[in-house]
């Protein structure tokens, strides 16, 4: 991987992040700083060794499965940045349907 | 003594003598926060209307200080994010419930690194904090408000979290003890999540007693955390009672003594805890975590590529900021998280979007969390010779505001406290001396193995004890 260059601006917008002029250029400097600092895991031996998700590994981790009381509607839209009745209000989605 | 100054140990005796009730000690609170805040600014927001109502509601419970990532239903939650003003939390994170059900209730809410990304708490958006013991310095981070408010004596205790050592480096700055629960020990539940596979909620406190109290209401199993296993909880305080330093075998990682760039002042510190340690009947052994050096370098992999999937959720469409400049779908994405997120934010999601990316999942992401292994083994190999660990907690003591401008800079200040993040082992900072002309805290850190906090809380008061 050592020569990798990251592209911020292509990352960026994969990350839904639109980026000033300024930021991209700033940016780019210092991830490739932090891109190359991280490179150096890849000379550590790896062979053979099994990859770690999590602090303590768990399966299975299931709770039983029952009804039990949800959030209240008006609880859960009451920081909607925008609503009509009971619901978020969003701009038009799908291409060519009325909005 | 003002009520403001006292530890849970001492408020719950008070209260538990009806010397005073929970409504003095919120007062007490509110006129050291009027007193104080505007030259600490610990707290971003602190709501004494419902403080009062909460304290008059439970006159026997004891006021913590809240991190302001932790939901508690009615209050204000913004990660000290632009994205989350104005947001009201619609229910209790399982921590609060069980801060409520065991005697303790949130007061006011505590600065932070903006999503806890940060060693300083300078990447809050919302707000400046100062360190108590020099206004010219930084508290550290990301739970910077939490330890500035344990330290200036404006809280009882407060909730931190620590992904990378945002618990412990801020204590160590602002002389408090801050515990690190084993991955798993406490419910995120309603805690926003930073990195999933690392982030716990602890406590930050004027005592060891302080902390194993509050570790204890916090810790356990919880349905709505699948990461929290049905592991029993000891009681903490009273398991820690007769804690002594005779005989404990105290491990010594030669990694983490030989670091270039370490402050001679933190040197001068630790090696003198080492010496009372040893002089107060503990034996002291070389251990060596061969793999310390990656972990950096794996951490600042795993955290951002976690972070990265965890932030989608921030997209303008059910809460948060939703720009105003948004026409479509696709914009109100990129508009709303480019308006919202600091710079540090969005740093790391770059770097994890990058490092989960295809074609690049296998050589950063994959490769990183194989690393972690080696990185886990170097722990479980030390503790079968050890009990617990002694280590620096932090390269250097608080440093000056925009002395750290390049990113890099500030995340090697973490290089002792991430290792044991990324194995999942429970770890404390506990001060330990203040540097001879600066008179600025020093914490050192002692770690113990995963669920073996009452190990490692005995360790912390011994060490305490001796230091008194």
């Known amino acids: ?72 509607r008006e609880a859960a839209l009451g920081n909607a940045p925008a609503r009509v009745g009971d619901e978020f209000l969003l701009p038009k989605i799908v291409e060519g349907a009325e909005s | 003594m003002e009520l403001y100054e006292l530890g849970i140990k001492a408020a719950q005796d ?12 919120v007062e007490s609170l509110i006129r ?63 921590v609060i419930r069980n801060l409520k059900t065991n005697g303790f209730i949130p007061c006011g809410r505590c600065n932070m690194d903006e999503f806890a990304m940060g060693s300083s708490t300078e990447n809050s958006a919302l707000g400046v904090t100062r360190n108590p013991f020099d206004p010219g310095r930084v508290p550290g981070g990301s739970s ?9 004596d404006m809280c009882i205790a407060a ?25 798993g020990r406490v419910s995120r539940y309603g805690v926003t999540a930073f990195a999933s596979s690392l982030d716990q909620v602890g406590p930050m406190t004027k005592s060891v007693d302080d902390a194993a109290i509050l570790l204890k209401a916090l810790a356990g199993r919880d349905e709505m955390d699948g990461t929290t296993p049905d592991v029993p909880v000891p009681d903490y305080p009273s398991a820690i009672a007769d804690a002594d330093m005779k005989g404990l075998k105290i491990g010594l990682p030669k990694e983490y003594f030989e670091v270039s760039g370490m402050d001679a002042e933190v040197k001068r510190i630790t090696d003198e805890a ?85 074609g690049y999942y296998d050589a950063y992401y994959g490769r990183a969390q194989k690393v972690r292994t080696l990185i886990k083994r170097d722990f479980d190999e030390a503790f079968a010779k050890v009990d617990v660990m002694l280590t620096p907690c932090a390269p250097t003591p608080a440093f000056k505001f925009a002395e750290l401008q390049d990113p890099l800079t500030m995340y090697l200040n973490d290089l002792f406290t991430i290792p044991s993040s990324l194995a999942g082992v429970c770890a404390a900072s506990v001060p330990a001396g203040f540097t001879r002309e600066t008179k600025l805290p020093v914490g050192v850190q002692f770690i113990a193995g995963g669920y073996e906090e009452t190990t490692l809380l005995k360790a912390c008061k011994a060490f305490e004890r001796i230091m008194a």
């Open chain 2, 274 to 358: 080492v010496r009372k340690c040893e002089a107060a009947g503990a034996e002291l052994v070389e251990v060596s975590l061969p793999h310390t050096g990656y972990a950096m370098a794996v951490y600042y992999i795993i955290a951002p590529a976690e972070a990265s999937a965890n932030l989608a959720r921030f997209d303008g469409v059910r809460y948060g900021h939703r720009s105003a400049a948004s026409r479509d779908v696709m914009s109100l994405y990129l508009k709303s998280r480019a308006e919202g997120f600091g710079p540090e934010v969005k740093r790391r999601i770059i770097m994890g979007t990058y490092v989960l990316s295809s």
């Open chain 2, 144 to 152: 910077g408000g939490s330890a500035a408010a344990v330290g200036a």
């Open chain 2, 32 to 94: 050291r926060y009027r007193e104080k805040n505007g030259e600490i600014g610990a707290y971003l927001t602190f709501d004494e209307e419902q403080a009062l109502a909460l304290a008059k509601a439970n006159p026997k419970s004891v006021p913590i200080a809240i991190k302001d990532l932790i939901n508690v239903a009615g209050q204000p939650c913004t990660c000290a994010s632009k994205i989350l003003q104005g947001y009201v939390s619609p229910y209790d994170a399982t």
């Open chain 1, 1 to 72: 991987m050592a020569g990798n260059k990251i592209d911020v601006a292509y990352v960026a917008n994969l990350a839904r992040l639109e980026l000033t002029p300024e930021e991209q250029t700033l940016f780019q400097g210092q991830l490739e700083d932090i891109v190359k600092y991280v490179e150096k895991i890849s000379e550590a031996d790896i062979a053979g060794v099994a990859p770690m998700m999590h602090g303590r590994p768990l399966v299975n981790a299931f709770r039983e499965d029952v009804v039990r009381p949800s959030m209240d």
């Open chain 2, 159 to 183: 909730l931190g979290s620590d992904t990378g050592g945002s618990i412990r480096q801020p204590a160590s700055f602002c002389n408090c003890v801050g515990v690190k629960p084993s991955y």
């Open chain 2, 14 to 25: 008070g209260l538990a003598k009806g010397e005073f009730t929970s409504t003095d000690l």
